[in-house]
């Protein structure tokens, strides 16, 4: 069994925008600008957005962080998208979910320009991925491609199941397979008999949000297995009650069976926030008609 290390590979992904970055700058005397809007005080949410902070300055790229308030109005978020989506020096511009329940997150995503929507959740970014144009990737599915690409190799032909069915991962993570040739199914809640999917499949990528969800008489042996999850659990240890983080897949018995699989902390997460640099830089260049580096896309 291969541990499949998100958190090195996302900081080889790393090294490359910095290096891009600077030729940016040197060349063109452009330095990529990357937007986050914040709504309202989510201790996940407000983690995220803060490590995003600092990476993004970390590979040399101005970062612009917005934090508005709980109960901001729509209209006042809906304005400041648009005067970033009119800012020259902005060249991503995301929005952290989840937004509070009184804003509507399906307008407010597609009020974002979608040469800026480095999460690739706009309407026309999620219409040019299924329909095979080129386009902005969202993050995470990205990353996960990325992990299988190395990791695997080739992907044509293989079987491949995906456990969950969201917007920002199920979906996309499911044309993102096809694409590279592989059999797809995609399973969710309301699946009969996932066991036996699962069994036949040559590459699990769970993203269900539910602890340990994912057994070991699931998998097939000398597979591959991509855990998108990140549940924080209590745990008891010594008497005394701890928090962890796990994710979608019960690692210490699937690990036995499977050939590969990615730790929760320091497999897809790292690759999630890299792939957003990633995209930032190439919106950047494709905004100033600059060649994108080949090897930060797909
Ligand atoms: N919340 C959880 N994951 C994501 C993501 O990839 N992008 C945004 N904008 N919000 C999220």
């Not at 063109?28 to 983690?47: F, M, Q, T």
């Not at 995301?94 to 009020?111: F, R, V």
């Not at 591959?224 to 659990?233: K, L, P």
Request: aromatic share 4%; hydrophobic share 40%; with cysteine.
């Amino acid at each position: 069994m291969n541990i499949i290390d998100g958190k090195a590979f996302a900081e080889k992904i790393r090294e490359k925008v910095k290096s891009q970055v600077k030729i940016l700058k040197q060349n063109h005397n452009i330095v990529p600008g990357l937007a986050v809007v914040l709504v309202g005080e989510d201790p996940a949410s407000k983690v995220y957005v803060k490590n995003k902070g600092i990476q993004t300055k970390n590979v040399g790229m101005n970062s612009f962080e917005y934090k508005l308030d709980e109960k901001v109005d729509e209209t006042k978020l809906l304005d400041l998208v648009k005067k970033l989506n009119d800012d020259p020096n902005v060249h991503g511009i995301l929005c952290q979910l989840p937004l509070p329940k009184h804003l509507n997150e399906d307008m407010i995503i597609n009020t974002i320009k979608p040469d800026k929507d480095v999460d690739g959740f706009h309407i026309s970014n999620v219409g040019l991925l299924n329909t095979g144009q080129k386009s902005m990737v969202p993050c995470t599915p990205l990353g996960c491609l990325m992990l299988l690409r190395e990791f695997v190799g080739n992907l044509e032909g293989k079987k491949a199941t995906v456990i969950g069915r969201s917007n920002i991962v199920g979906k996309p993570m499911f044309n993102l397979l096809l694409s590279e040739n592989c059999t797809v199914t995609v399973v969710h809640s309301k699946t009969k008999n996932i066991e036996e999917i699962c069994i036949n499949s040559d590459i699990l990528v769970a993203a269900v949000g539910r602890p340990n969800f994912v057994k070991s008489s699931w998998v097939k042996p000398g597979s591959v297995i991509i855990d998108v999850g990140i549940n924080r659990i209590s745990i008891e240890e010594n008497g005394e009650t701890k928090a962890k983080l796990v994710g979608d897949v019960d690692f210490e018995n699937c690990s036995k069976v499977a050939n590969g699989i990615t730790p929760v902390p320091g497999g897809v997460g790292p690759m999630t926030i890299s792939c957003l640099l990633a995209n930032t830089l190439v919106a950047c260049c494709r905004s100033n008609n600059i060649k994108e580096p080949q090897e930060l896309t797909l």
